[in-house]
């Protein structure tokens, strides 16, 4: 049984108790099992067997439940809800803006139990009227149910990257592949990703073409041939693999890897010097002149090597024209996490246990940023628990000498603008990142004061997930961004890239604007279970999208350098002040 599976149970049920609205709590603790099940690395089936680790938010009575769902697959109470609750209810739910009221209502007076179906009413105008849904609401449906839509076609780079390097690895180890690479939107590490593209050098591809279509994770083959052939996953995901010679590997991936818009730019530099580049090779005439590397295409269009994350033909062709393209900022640089929950707020590890895993991915320091006390459904950190918590870093960082720990928080930005800790709290503090985490739905004018006021305060460091967009769930809320840009250069204060697999906001192109104008950004992965913190990489390849240099990253800092950098923020403020 697969972790998405065992997670699909909980979340239906949280949706089935949702709509019978029964307590907040129970659903949630149903939801953040489901999350935490999800974003497990490893195999549920094997830790509960083993008994071997304590999942996070997981108590004796859920790990009952899991350790029904893998051996009866399914779960009692699940079939009795779902006797209560017509499935197609279920569905409607899952639209982004949809609550179990909105969902219930539809349901009873047209029986409609897929999204089309509901489309096609709201479009009809036949939604709004019923009692209660007002026509602001059908507009609202019909955005989320554009949002589903999408989050269906297009799957988040961090649930895929995994994946392509399991069956990479596969293929490396069973098949005689001679180079193997993964193409495509994943190498480019867009965001989302429609399918799996993975381009292979072989000589005797039948070979490869058959491990590829008989790998575990198959679950349909699409298409079987000598040089191409497309299997679907079990998780629905289409992956592709070509095989090419050896002698045109080089052409291929560029070809393979795009973006089209990019391949066209390449293609036309060529023509003009007489050249012609395909997936075969590059050709003066009938004759191949070269394409076993990558390099050769662009140096045969006399353009230094292109990053993959850059080729979108987002300005990296002039770039490279006029030898301006940015050094960007390397995984290997990244000396640390600046967002990472911990068990003060609603975090599943200790501050140790955090030091511990940073210490194994290679890091030297971590900002320990718990929720404040507005966020109570997040467990937030009451003043006197601070000190606490001041007291165990300052007592942790004593005796460690390699990672250091930063006492933060992730303040909230309350619907007033004001924080959720006076001051004197925040001073005490070395790192404070400051978020939105209420009043989504406030205008534009009233939301970008609460940002704006929030940057000018001397203690804040950063504002986490700036947009507030989850992606395939929730639409970025209202800000007049060129006024936070602004206000944030004026001030000193960085922007997040929140790593999540979910978030990676602000975005690449959102990155490269605040970039642009003057400002920094902060890489914080929000875990709140130890394994997240792994989703650094997805914060870095967002910044290298943003055309990001290892200047305009704070993660890079050592630790003394960051708490000098923390500090300057507050010096300048005070003498303005
Ligand atoms: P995706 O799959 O939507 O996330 O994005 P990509 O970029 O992986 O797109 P995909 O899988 O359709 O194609 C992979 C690469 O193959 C694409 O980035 C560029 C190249 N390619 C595909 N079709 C064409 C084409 O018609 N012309 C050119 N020049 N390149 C193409
Ligand atoms: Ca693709």
Redesign the pocket.
């Known amino acids: 049984m697969e972790n998405r599976k065992v997670a699909r149970f909980f979340y239906d049920i949280a949706s089935m108790l949702e709509i019978k609205r029964e307590n907040p709590f129970r659903i949630r603790a149903y939801r953040r099992a489901a999350q935490n099940i999800e974003n497990l690395a490893d195999d549920i089936t094997k830790v509960v067997v083993a008994e071997e680790k304590k999942i996070p938010g997981i108590g004796k009575d859920l790990m009952q439940k899991i350790k029904e769902i893998i051996d009866t697959g399914t779960l009692q109470i699940y079939e009795e809800l779902k006797k209560e609750v017509p499935p197609g209810l279920l569905e409607l739910l899952a639209i982004p803006g949809v609550g179990p009221r909105t969902a219930k209502i539809i349901f009873d007076h047209y029986g409609i139990v897929s999204l089309d179906d509901l489309e096609r009413a709201c479009l009809a105008h036949k939604i709004q009227g019923l009692p209660g849904i007002k026509g602001k609401t059908e507009k609202n449906i019909l955005n989320g149910i554009q949002l589903l839509k999408t989050g269906l076609e ?1 799957k988040p780079l961090g649930l895929i990257l995994p994946l392509a390097g399991e069956i990479i690895e596969a293929l490396k180890k069973r098949s005689p592949v001679d180079r193997i690479e993964v ?4 190498r ?1 590490r ?1 965001e ?4 799996i ?1 993975i381009l292979v050098s072989s000589s005797r591809p039948k070979r490869v073409m058959e491990v590829f279509t008989n790998l575990p994770q198959v679950s349909d083959v699409i298409g079987k041939g000598e040089t191409k052939s497309s299997i679907r996953t079990r998780d629905g995901l289409e992956v ?1 693999l070509r095989v090419v010679e050896g002698d045109c590997y080089g052409a291929a991936l560029c ?6 818009a990019h ?2 730019r390449i ?1 036309e530099l060529a023509v003009r010097r007489g050249l012609k580049i395909n997936e075969y090779g590059i050709f003066r005439g009938e004759k191949r002149i070269g394409g076993k590397e990558e390099r050769e295409v662009f140096e045969a269009v006399d353009l230094p090597y292109i990053p993959p994350e850059l080729r979108e033909d987002r300005g990296e062709i002039e770039a490279a024209m006029e030898g301006k393209l940015p050094e960007l900022v390397e995984l290997q640089e990244i000396k640390g996490d600046l967002h990472v929950h911990s068990k003060y707020s609603d975090g599943a590890a200790t501050i140790s246990e955090i030091a511990e895993k940073a210490r194994k991915m290679g890091l030297r320091w971590v900002a320990v940023c718990d929720h404040s006390p507005s966020l109570k459904i997040a467990g937030g950190v009451s003043i006197e628990d601070i000190r606490k918590k001041r007291k165990a870093i300052d007592a942790f960082n004593r005796t460690s000498s390699d990672v250091k720990l930063l006492c933060g928080t992730e303040v909230d930005i309350l619907s007033d603008g004001t924080l959720d800790y006076p001051d004197e709290v925040l001073r005490g503090l070395d790192f404070v990142v400051a978020a939105i985490h209420s009043g989504f739905k406030q205008d534009q004018a009233l939301l970008t004061s609460r940002m704006v006021k929030a940057m000018e305060n001397p203690y804040v460091h950063s504002i986490a997930h700036p947009t507030g967009r989850i992606l395939a769930e929730r639409e970025a809320y209202a800000l007049n961004l060129e006024e936070i840009f602004a206000k944030a250069a004026e001030t000193g204060t960085c922007l997040e890239i929140n790593a999540y697999f979910k978030r990676l906001d602000l975005s690449d192109i959102l990155s490269r604007a605040a970039k642009n104008k003057g400002v920094r950004l902060t890489i914080g992965t929000d875990a709140h279970i130890l394994d997240q913190m792994e989703y650094l990489n997805l914060g870095v390849f967002v910044a290298r999208r943003g055309w990001l240099e290892s200047n305009d990253v704070i993660n890079t800092m050592g630790y003394e350098d960051l708490m000098q950098f923390l500090r300057k923020k507050r010096k300048d403020e005070g003498k303005t002040r």
């Open positions: 297009r193409a495509g939107s994943v480019r867009r989302t990703v429609k399918d593209d592709d070809y393979f890897t795009g973006s089209k391949n066209i293609r």
